[in-house]
């Protein structure tokens, strides 16, 4: 039986850590960090992922703002906005909650952000850091997933770490960090061939598609560390990842759960990152 990867321990542990480092920071600085977080329309997800933003934000001491906007904002507006955000000296961190509605271009959103102020590590000049091996804002989510892995213990040097999924967000920035601890990265992905014979060489295994029950315990190798990144309702509207908990508990050495497991660590991940931009912006 597996043993599970507790994320909601870790980031409350990591929360903690941020709220002394955001006092000494005040104490030094003579202000707090301020995180901006902007929600664009009425997705429940998104509502509950913003609100959660602003909510740990207050726990660990710095300011937050939450701007509501409708979904009938112009991608105009929305740019106009972003464009004051950057030039407010007191706004350390913007985010602005994916996905936006079908009229606005996010791409467009996220390259308007100033790259010191992107707190999500989305803009161009971050992922171009992040390749480059650069000082950048590295994306909330592969973060906590390298920390996640890191309190199991297991060194990833030299081992296969396979990650489902290849996403922005997700996919693609956490194989760069795999691969920077010398794993050998295989990414995989909705036209991989045989895709349970490239997750049974996994002594890493991320999945990140967002398929509720995708991973069974048979394409588990034994002994691998499970990080599973999915949030999916099933059929009884009850939160569940794309790793099948049940039957790759019995194979994995280290798994983590849904909910509890990933989902928190990316939100310490926020409030490290938007320390991160703070101290960068002061300096
Ligand atoms: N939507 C899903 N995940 C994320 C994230 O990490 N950041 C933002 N801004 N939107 C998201």
Redesign the pocket.
């Given at each position: 039986m597996a043993n599970i990867i507790d994320g909601k321990a870790l980031s409350a542990a990591i929360k903690d850590e941020v709220r002394s480092e955001v006092a000494s920071a005040e104490a030094k600085y003579g202000r707090k960090p301020c995180l901006c977080v902007i929600i664009v329309g009425e997705n429940p997800a998104?509502q509950v992922?913003v609100r959660n933003k602003v909510k740990a934000a207050a726990y660990t001491g710095m300011e937050s703002m939450l701007i509501e906007l409708p979904a009938s904002t112009s991608q105009e507006e929305l740019l106009g906005r972003l464009r004051e955000l950057n030039e407010d000296p007191c706004v350390d961190g913007i985010?602005?909650?994916?996905?936006l509605p079908d009229h606005i271009d996010e791409e467009k959103v996220i390259d308007t952000i100033a790259p010191e102020k992107d707190v999500?590590g989305?803009h161009a000049a971050n992922v171009a850091g992040l390749w480059l091996g650069k000082d950048c804002v590295v994306?909330?989510?592969p973060a906590g997933i390298m920390r996640l892995i890191d309190s199991t213990g297991i060194s990833l040097s030299g081992k296969n770490a396979v990650v489902v999924g290849r996403s922005n967000?997700v996919g693609k920035p956490v194989a760069k960090l795999l691969l920077d601890r010398n794993a050998t990265v295989t990414i995989a992905h909705s036209r991989t061939a045989d895709l349970a014979a490239v997750t049974r060489l996994a002594d890493v295994l991320v999945v990140a598609v967002g398929r509720a029950g995708l991973i069974t315990g048979d394409m588990v190798k034994p002994g691998a560390v499970v990080i599973d990144v999915g949030m999916n309702r099933n059929a009884e509207g009850k939160l569940c990842g794309d790793v099948d908990f049940e039957s790759c508990e019995k194979t994995a050495s280290w798994i983590t759960p849904v909910p509890g497991g990933v989902g928190p660590m990316?939100i310490a991940m926020?409030m490290k990152n938007t320390l991160h931009c703070f101290r960068n912006r002061e300096k």
């Amino acid at each position: 039986m597996a043993n599970i990867i507790d994320g909601k321990a870790l980031s409350a542990a990591i929360k903690d850590e941020v709220r002394s480092e955001v006092a000494s920071a005040e104490a030094k600085y003579g202000r707090k960090p301020c995180l901006c977080v902007i929600i664009v329309g009425e997705n429940p997800a998104s509502q509950v992922y913003v609100r959660n933003k602003v909510k740990a934000a207050a726990y660990t001491g710095m300011e937050s703002m939450l701007i509501e906007l409708p979904a009938s904002t112009s991608q105009e507006e929305l740019l106009g906005r972003l464009r004051e955000l950057n030039e407010d000296p007191c706004v350390d961190g913007i985010l602005v909650q994916l996905p936006l509605p079908d009229h606005i271009d996010e791409e467009k959103v996220i390259d308007t952000i100033a790259p010191e102020k992107d707190v999500d590590g989305f803009h161009a000049a971050n992922v171009a850091g992040l390749w480059l091996g650069k000082d950048c804002v590295v994306p909330c989510t592969p973060a906590g997933i390298m920390r996640l892995i890191d309190s199991t213990g297991i060194s990833l040097s030299g081992k296969n770490a396979v990650v489902v999924g290849r996403s922005n967000i997700v996919g693609k920035p956490v194989a760069k960090l795999l691969l920077d601890r010398n794993a050998t990265v295989t990414i995989a992905h909705s036209r991989t061939a045989d895709l349970a014979a490239v997750t049974r060489l996994a002594d890493v295994l991320v999945v990140a598609v967002g398929r509720a029950g995708l991973i069974t315990g048979d394409m588990v190798k034994p002994g691998a560390v499970v990080i599973d990144v999915g949030m999916n309702r099933n059929a009884e509207g009850k939160l569940c990842g794309d790793v099948d908990f049940e039957s790759c508990e019995k194979t994995a050495s280290w798994i983590t759960p849904v909910p509890g497991g990933v989902g928190p660590m990316t939100i310490a991940m926020l409030m490290k990152n938007t320390l991160h931009c703070f101290r960068n912006r002061e300096k």
